[in-house]
């Protein structure tokens, strides 16, 4: 190879002799003065680039976390707008499935044939069966107001709040007439249920309703569909796990104050005006109307639930106290001064299983006034 020159690599800097020699520069470059300068520019270049790289980088969690957020709530209004398809479904009725009454003579009411038909036996089911028809319409020669608690009644299986002894009355004579069973005030409940538009995206509702199993190893929320009042006191859920511990929170909440985003919620600060029981820590917490929260602990035995367990919610409406219990015993009275009209509310923690309502059972009294009610009827 030819002999390597810096004047090749800088430039000519001074003119030829005409032997063919350089002469010298007043300031000449030596070899190590270039390197170093090559190393230097290097060096910026490589910094220059780390930080661009660490900006990319940045940038680049950013944006996945951003993506995850976005598929997420994607993934969170996919269960909503299912679970509000499903309601629109339900809610749905053809024409063929709805009557028109004219009650009276000075009213007129339409209703679907599955609710007058509700107890098949009755003279209500039999007016469908063989209907009377005045300008169009099934008539009815009944006293308007009393035949609408009926409706009610049959709608949604409890007594208007409110009513007056003497309504309560006609009422009851209105249920015998046409045949309706009717003894006392458990028979007026519908089956317990929880509420599918109060029920977090990690659980599934199953069994009409009335059985919430674990999906996703997150925890969730979900509320019943009724307020424990004084018509209304207690419900108690059957929880079945493989875990040895019971992972759950177990109380009520102030549904007015509460929001669907909070039914995956990991802060007390997000559920305001709340009464709590850990059923695993044996603590208690409470929140105000503001989150704020306070605990008390050592509550509740620490007996072993095994894979089945019944946990309860107790409020008394006069002392105005809400206790738990653990299989169907009382672990006395965990808070007072508890205001009427609070949501059951379940959070499970536990890794799989499932926490099932479980529904009041009737004494052999209601029964026996039941088919006494039925005898006189017939």
């Not at 209105?174 to 109060?198: G, I």
């Not at 309703?209 to 979900?222: A, C, D, E, L």
């Not at 039914?263 to 559920?271: G, I, N, P, V």
Request: proline share 5%; hydrophobic share 35%.
């Amino acid at each position: 190879m030819g002999s390597f020159s810096l004047p090749i690599l800088f430039g000519d800097r001074s003119p030829r002799t005409s032997e063919g020699s350089w002469e010298e520069e007043p300031f000449q470059l030596s070899l190590q003065s270039v390197l170093t300068e090559l190393y230097s520019a290097l060096c910026s270049a490589r910094h220059s680039l780390k930080t661009q790289y660490s900006a990319l980088q940045l940038r680049r969690d950013e944006y996945q976390a951003e993506r995850k957020l976005r598929w997420l709530n994607f993934q969170l209004e996919k269960v909503r707008w299912q679970e509000s398809q499903q309601l629109a479904a339900e809610m749905f009725v053809s024409e063929a499935e709805v009557v028109e009454l004219d009650v009276g003579g000075g009213l007129q009411v339409a209703i679907t044939i599955a609710v007058l038909c509700k107890f098949p036996e009755s003279r209500l089911a039999a007016l469908v069966r063989d209907p009377l028809y005045h300008k169009g319409r099934v008539f009815v020669d009944r006293d308007p107001g009393p035949f609408l608690e009926v409706l009610h009644y049959l709608r949604t299986g409890q007594l208007r709040e409110g009513l007056h002894p003497l309504q309560r009355s006609d009422f009851e004579r209105e249920l015998t007439y046409w045949e309706l069973p009717f003894a006392s005030e458990s028979s007026l409940s519908v089956p317990e249920t929880f509420d599918s538009a109060w029920c977090a995206p990690t659980l599934c509702l199953e069994s009409s309703n009335q059985t919430v199993r674990k999906k996703q190893n997150s925890h969730g929320i979900v509320l019943a569909c009724r307020p424990l009042s004084a018509d209304h006191p207690s419900i108690e859920f059957q929880v079945e796990t493989s875990d040895s511990e019971l992972k759950l929170f177990l109380g009520l909440v102030d549904r007015k104050e509460y929001s669907s985003a909070y039914l995956t919620s990991l802060q007390w600060r997000e559920a305001p005006s709340s009464y709590h029981w850990n059923v695993q820590r044996h603590e208690l917490v409470k929140t105000d109307s503001s989150g704020a929260f306070t605990t008390h602990s050592h509550y509740g035995c620490a007996c072993e639930a095994g894979p089945k367990c019944s946990l309860g919610i107790v409020f008394d409406p006069r002392l105005r106290t809400l206790s738990f219990s653990k299989n169907r015993i009382s672990q006395g009275t965990a808070f007072t001064e508890v205001p009427e009209g609070l949501f059951p509310v379940v959070d499970l923690w536990f890794e799989a299983g499932t926490v099932a309502i479980l529904q009041p059972l009737r004494s052999e009294t209601d029964s026996t006034a039941e088919s006494s009610l039925s005898q006189i009827t017939k």
